[in-house]
């Protein structure tokens, strides 16, 4: 299984641009790159999902590497709502295989 | 995208009882999933809820603690049985939409004293 690697904590204020990387040094061949967003007493909410290279969309843009071993997701211009427990997710899910791994989780706290 | 809610959203369990979670999709979906997340921890995949056929268990749990039910495609139950303190936690299922996006229930927030 490939293990996650993601900073503990990240401050920023309001307006900022924030980037959170996640390290998989052992990525599988097949795995995909999800990250998803957590608010205290909620299931976790899908932000972004990629491969390789750059994927964007209208929440978060999403850079991949061509070694695979890291990703990068970047949130534009946060506000307060942003406050939350981002997790970066390595895995496949196939047929009735599935290799699903969540990191530890970053808990970004954005300032006025 | 799903829509999934989950019953009960919290309890209250003495060590030694059992109790069963209940989750609802509002659409047909193939793959479904039991997590459990510990306070202030990340998520940890329990099993795969397989329709019409036994659950697939990840390395650490099993069927005997927790036994899952999938009678269709859009519902599942997970039970905790003989509970402990340890298994104070949140549980929350998920399913699989297109290109392996996940979404997740609400959680269920259970207390074992």
């Known amino acids: 299984l490939a293990k996650t690697t993601q900073p503990i904590s990240m401050d920023s204020y309001e307006g900022q641009e924030v980037n959170i990387t996640c390290s998989h040094n052992?990525?599988?061949?097949?795995?995909?790159i999800t990250w998803y967003q957590q608010f205290p007493s909620q299931g976790p909410r899908f932000i972004i999902q990629?491969?390789?290279t750059k994927v964007t969309n209208e929440v978060a843009s999403l850079f991949i590497p061509a070694d695979r071993k890291s990703s990068t997701l970047s949130l534009p211009r946060v506000s307060l709502s942003d406050t939350a427990v981002y997790y970066c997710?390595?895995?496949?899910?196939?047929?009735?295989?599935?290799?699903?791994?969540f990191g530890s989780g970053t808990q970004l706290t954005v300032l006025p | 995208s799903a829509v999934i809610s989950q019953k009960p959203s919290r309890d209250i369990c003495q060590r030694g009882t059992s109790l069963t979670i209940q989750c609802q999709v509002d659409?047909?979906?193939?793959?479904m999933f039991w997590y459990r997340q510990q306070p202030g921890q990340s998520l940890t995949l329990i099993a795969t809820?397989?329709?019409?056929?036994?659950?697939?268990?990840e390395s650490g749990f099993v069927i005997d603690k927790f036994p899952i039910s999938r009678p269709n495609l859009t519902f599942s139950t997970l039970t905790v049985s003989n509970m402990s303190p340890e298994d104070s936690s949140i549980y929350l299922c998920?399913?699989?939409?297109?290109?392996?996006?996940?979404?997740f229930g609400p959680g269920t927030r259970l207390t074992v004293t």
């Open positions: 998920s399913v699989v939409a297109s290109r392996y996006e996940q979404y």
């Open positions: 052992n990525i599988a061949t097949n795995d995909y």
């Open positions: 990629g491969y390789k």
């Open positions: 997710l390595v895995g496949f899910l196939s047929g009735s295989a599935r290799q699903l791994t």
């Open positions: 659409s047909q979906v193939t793959m």
């Open positions: 809820a397989n329709q019409g056929s036994e659950a697939t268990y």
